[in-house]
């Protein structure tokens, strides 16, 4: 019987190696593939730089929406900036005047 008993805590000592070594390697393998394993790194470091050009971008949008509202201020509206957007809005010019439109470049 202790032979028995020996052989039967020997096959589940190994059954519990091979369980510890199969989630050793699971873990492994995430670490290496998983979604924040090294793989993944240069798809993050990607992602993050597009998404910094991203706010440098917004950041120099917002400025000049800034700037515009500050031009527009209602107790001490821009002349320039009053005059342009009358001008477009109303399509007010004077008889000696030339108007070049443009093409929006944005």
Same mark, same amino acid.
């Given at each position: 019987?202790?032979? %028995? /008993?020996?052989?039967? !805590?020997?096959?589940?000592?190994?059954?519990?190696? *091979?369980?510890?070594?199969? *989630? #050793? #390697?699971?873990?492994?393998?995430?670490?290496?593939? +998983?979604?924040? +394993? +090294?793989?993944? *790194?240069?798809?993050? #470091? %990607?992602?993050? /730089?597009?998404?910094?050009?991203? =706010? !440098?971008?917004?950041?120099?949008?917002?400025?000049?929406? %800034?700037?515009?509202?500050?031009?527009?201020?209602?107790?001490?509206?821009?002349?320039?900036?009053?005059?342009?957007?009358?001008?477009?809005?109303? +399509?007010?010019?004077?008889?000696?005047?030339?108007? =070049?439109? #443009?093409?929006?470049?944005?």
């Amino acid at each position: 019987m202790n032979r %028995a /008993h020996s052989q039967k !805590a020997e096959r589940r000592l190994d059954l519990v190696q *091979w369980g510890a070594l199969v *989630w #050793l #390697l699971i873990l492994a393998g995430l670490a290496f593939a +998983g979604p924040y +394993g +090294g793989l993944a *790194w240069a798809e993050n #470091l %990607a992602v993050l /730089h597009d998404r910094e050009d991203r =706010i !440098a971008t917004l950041k120099e949008e917002q400025a000049v929406l %800034a700037n515009r509202v500050e031009l527009l201020d209602p107790d001490n509206v821009d002349p320039d900036l009053g005059s342009e957007l009358v001008r477009r809005n109303l +399509g007010v010019a004077h008889p000696d005047e030339y108007v =070049i439109e #443009l093409e929006n470049l944005q």
